[in-house]
């Protein structure tokens, strides 16, 4: 999450908050395991796309075990740790991902995390808003809550 700084001082002060626009949404093919997916497409003000992939699966053990999968196929697995509610309760596994697609390509961000039977995908090339974004749809970590 983006910090504001004044020059002067280097103080830190309140995380930078970017505004999503929701830009299409749908159905997406489920993947291997799962019953159902959805995708919901943002951007930011500055034009950078949020990607958020909702797979449904039988049971929450099926659901780490597509979780699971996704972190197989990262390139780096930056973080893991657990999800929590709002209420400050564990709900899931967390992870924080990096996959390349190419040499030349840019990199793409992951966050991603089991709630019971559904896993929750944020994908964009930006780590800092897929933070900001995680905090404002779905607050309940530290890392990411809004302060």
């Known amino acids: 999450m983006a910090l504001a700084q004044t020059p002067a001082s280097g103080q830190r002060q309140q995380p930078v908050h970017h505004n999503f626009k929701l830009v299409a949404m749908g159905r997406a093919g489920p993947p291997k395991g799962a019953t159902e997916a959805s995708v919901h497409s943002y951007e930011s003000e500055d034009g950078t796309a949020v990607v958020q992939l909702r797979e449904w699966y039988k049971s929450a053990s099926d659901a780490r075990s597509g979780l699971d999968t996704l972190t197989k196929k990262a390139s780096r697995v930056t973080k893991q740790g657990t999800k929590k509610d709002e209420k400050g309760r564990i709900v899931g596994k967390r992870v924080e991902l990096i996959f390349s697609h190419g ?45």
């Open 103 to 147: 040499h030349k390509a840019s990199l793409e961000m992951v966050i991603a995390w089991t709630d019971g039977a559904t896993v929750v995908d944020l994908s964009s090339t930006s780590l800092p808003l897929l933070l900001d974004f995680e905090s404002q749809y779905y607050p309940g970590n530290p890392e990411t809550t809004r302060k």
